[in-house]
């Protein structure tokens, strides 16, 4: 959490927990918009497959149980 308990994110829409993503106006962001939540997500989801791709078979498998 960042300025006023917006989320804190780098340009690949990684907050400082590996594994979770923000997208849109939860975001420490200068514009609040459609236009900009929509490209925050893009990227986001772009940045999560990149994520689950690199994550061994065991991390994978700690990730769900955590998540769950
Ligand atoms: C009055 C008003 C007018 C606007 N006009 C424009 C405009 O003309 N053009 C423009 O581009 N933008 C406009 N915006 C901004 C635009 O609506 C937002 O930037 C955009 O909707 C952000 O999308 P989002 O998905 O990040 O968040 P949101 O659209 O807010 O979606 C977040 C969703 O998460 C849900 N949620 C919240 N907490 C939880 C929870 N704990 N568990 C599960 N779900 C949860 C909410 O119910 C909501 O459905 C306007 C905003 C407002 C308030």
């Given amino acids: 959490m960042g300025h006023r308990g ?36 893009a990227v986001a989801a772009v940045s999560t497959e990149h994520y689950l791709e690199n994550l061994k078979g065991g991390d994978l498998i700690e990730t769900i149980i955590k998540t769950n």
């Fill in 6 to 41: 917006f989320v804190i994110t780098n340009s690949a829409m990684e907050t400082s927990v590996p594994g979770v993503f923000a997208a849109g106006d939860v975001r420490d962001t200068h514009l609040r918009q459609v236009t900009t939540a929509v490209g925050d997500a």
